[in-house]
């Protein structure tokens, strides 16, 4: 595998990509309805892509209140530090931005890859679009 490189993409002129990998990650794996995938937020956030040389492999987004979604990994990709680099690149953004708290709604199974980001649980679990899910949220860090 090459190296993966992460770079902030712009809806307007990246969104095939952005829609190949979230169509194929939460509407064809894992059975989200697309109108509960698709929606205006997707106008205002910031996106990132994660590429493989020219390919991109991975997706995320930050709204303007500092939340976090949308991360996504082509099933090929997982396990290869894909996700680690977007949602590195996704904090750093947000920082830079003066985003804080950071926040998301995560899926149970990926409740321990956030928290070694420094996000902690804050809610109970909850079905969203069919599937578990808990809230959490990151303080940065006090210098």
Do not use: C
């Not at 770079?7 to 190949?20: E, L, T």
């Amino acid at each position: 595998m090459n190296k993966v490189t992460v770079a902030v993409a712009q809806w307007q002129k990246n969104n095939a990509d952005i829609r190949r990998i979230r169509d194929s990650v939460f509407i064809a794996e894992q059975s989200v309805p697309p109108e509960l995938e698709w929606d205006a937020e997707d106008a205002t956030a910031v996106h990132f892509l994660a590429y493989e040389g020219e390919y991109a492999v991975g997706t995320a987004r930050l709204l303007p209140d500092g939340e976090i979604g949308r991360l996504s990994v082509l099933k090929d990709w997982r396990g290869m530090k894909v996700g680690e680099a977007l949602l590195g690149a996704v904090i750093h953004e947000a920082e830079q931005r003066g985003l804080e708290p950071l926040k998301l709604s995560a899926q149970v199974q990926a409740v321990e890859f956030y928290q070694r980001f420094g996000f902690a649980v804050v809610s109970d679990e909850f079905l969203e679009a069919g599937l578990p899910h808990v809230e959490m949220r990151r303080e940065t860090p006090e210098n």
